[in-house]
């Protein structure tokens, strides 16, 4: 019933910048919170920034002052603009959408998305 697209993952050098994207569609009723998470190998999926409905954000300790989570609320959609990128940047991101779809709240994710940085 929640479909995630996501986007602009790619392969940057160690100090470039990219921005992902993510819309949400289908049947929602109210979005909570929108934001991304990032899990490498081997390793747990973890925060990495979330944008609540009234626009508060929360940023994971290691990307705070690089990346800037945004919002289009008119257009169901989430960005995350990554600055400053590091090489253990290097993960897949995935879109997460905390809403109500049609009268019950879920919490859904989207396919994800690679990010490489290279040294």
């Known amino acids: 019933q929640v479909q995630l697209v996501e986007s602009g993952g790619g392969l940057v050098q160690t100090g470039g910048s990219l921005r992902l994207s993510c819309t949400a569609s289908g049947s929602i009723s109210v979005i909570n919170a929108m934001g991304w998470y990032r899990q490498a190998p081997g390793e747990h999926r973890e925060l990495v920034a979330v944008?609540?409905?009234?626009?508060?954000?929360i940023y994971g300790d290691s990307v705070k002052g690089r990346f800037t989570i945004s919002r289009d609320n008119a257009k169901n959609t989430v960005s995350l603009q990554m600055n400053s990128l590091k090489p253990e940047d290097t993960s897949v991101y995935y879109c997460?959408?905390?809403?109500?779809?049609?009268?019950?709240?879920?919490?859904?994710w989207g396919k994800g998305t690679l990010v490489t940085v290279s040294s």
């Open positions: 997460n959408l905390d809403a109500v779809v049609v009268t019950k709240r879920a919490d859904s």
């Open positions: 944008i609540t409905r009234g626009g508060s954000t």
